[in-house]
């Protein structure tokens, strides 16, 4: 398995999918692993250290003709949160992303920075929003937001105070079509949760009341949209997922990040997808490098 250390159409347009995925045992784990390894998903030699990747705002449109012979990308990042060193470990090419709708994470944190700077917090009709953008993924409630913090411009503004260095805000409304990188959610999952005991006195950008709206909301996600890197936890877990479906190719955008615990332990999980043939085949295929590569951090 290759790793690293490192220092949406519009919204999505899918049913939802139903049903909590178990955790799969040690052997289905190394089952996993030889498949993504055999399906050319991973690169098991060690990788080298290089630029960060970079594409258009928007992905390419790839005729359908030729979707065929194309193979999905997934890209995975993992921290744990307990660990001595507090580095990210990172499988696969950590290249841009479309966010579909784990952009949400982002632009509550956003909204509440804002709020921060202007010394209030959010009122009842930004919870409302805010609760519905995150626990079932409303997608009038992140255009309203989106609208709220200034688009994109607002989002980037925030992320650089977040730590985040490779995502670029989708144009217009297209916030679905946010880019960025495993790496990047990472980094913002380490801004609303934390990345360590170091890092838990609240002196980051969020502050604690922010930072446990956030956690709170991402812990409490409808039931059927639990799937994703909660099936690499033990126990509790937090989490966002993203699914798009792009109308020139028909392929999906799979993504889920959050936190997981397993073993007394806690990780901070973001596994990134695209070229899907089936909405199922991507949450396929990201739950099983969720386990795999959590499986593999939890081993180093």
Same mark, same amino acid.
């Given at each position: 398995m290759r790793y690293r250390l490192l220092p949406q159409r519009h919204p999505e347009t899918a049913a939802k999918r139903r049903g909590k995925r178990a955790v799969a045992c040690a052997g289905v784990l190394l089952a996993s692993v030889t498949a993504l390894v055999s399906a050319g998903t991973f690169d098991p030699s060690p990788a080298t250290a290089a630029a960060p990747a970079t594409r258009p705002d928007g992905p390419s449109e790839v005729p359908a003709s030729v979707q065929p012979n194309s193979r999905p990308q997934v890209t995975a990042a993992v921290l744990s949160m307990d660990g001595p060193d507090h580095r990210t470990a990172v499988y696969g090419d950590d290249i841009p992303y479309d966010t579909a709708s784990i952009i949400?994470?982002?632009?509550?944190?956003?909204?509440?920075?804002?709020?921060?700077?202007?010394?209030?917090? !959010?009122?009842?009709?930004?919870?409302?929003?805010?609760? /519905?953008?995150i626990k079932h993924s409303d997608n009038n409630s992140a255009n309203a937001l989106w609208r709220e913090i200034g688009l994109a411009p607002g989002l980037e503004a925030a992320n650089k105070r977040l730590g985040l260095t490779s995502t670029k805000g989708g144009a217009?409304?297209?916030?679905?079509?946010?880019?960025?990188?495993?790496?990047?959610?990472?980094?913002?999952?380490? /801004?609303?949760?934390?990345?360590?005991?170091?890092?838990?006195?609240?002196?980051?950008? !969020?502050?604690?009341?922010?930072?446990a709206y956030i956690t709170s909301l991402m812990a409490h996600i409808e039931s059927d949209q639990s799937w994703g890197v909660s099936? /690499?936890?033990?126990?509790g877990w937090a989490l966002k997922n993203g699914w798009l479906q792009r109308s020139a190719t028909g392929l999906w955008d799979i993504n889920s990040i959050g936190q997981v615990a397993v073993n007394g332990h806690r990780y901070l999980v973001a596994v990134l997808s695209a070229g899907n043939a089936s909405m199922n085949d991507g949450i396929s295929l990201v739950e099983r490098t969720a386990r795999t590569a959590v499986a593999s951090a939890a081993g180093r």
């Open positions: 949400k994470v982002d632009i509550l944190a956003t909204l509440l920075l804002q709020a921060q700077d202007a010394g209030r917090t !959010l009122d009842a009709r930004e919870r409302a929003l805010a609760e /519905a953008m217009g409304f297209l916030w679905g079509l946010t880019q960025t990188t495993a790496s990047d959610q990472i980094r913002l999952l380490g /801004a609303v949760f934390g990345t360590g005991s170091a890092s838990n006195t609240g002196t980051g950008p !969020l502050n604690e009341a922010s930072r099936s /690499a936890a033990g126990s």
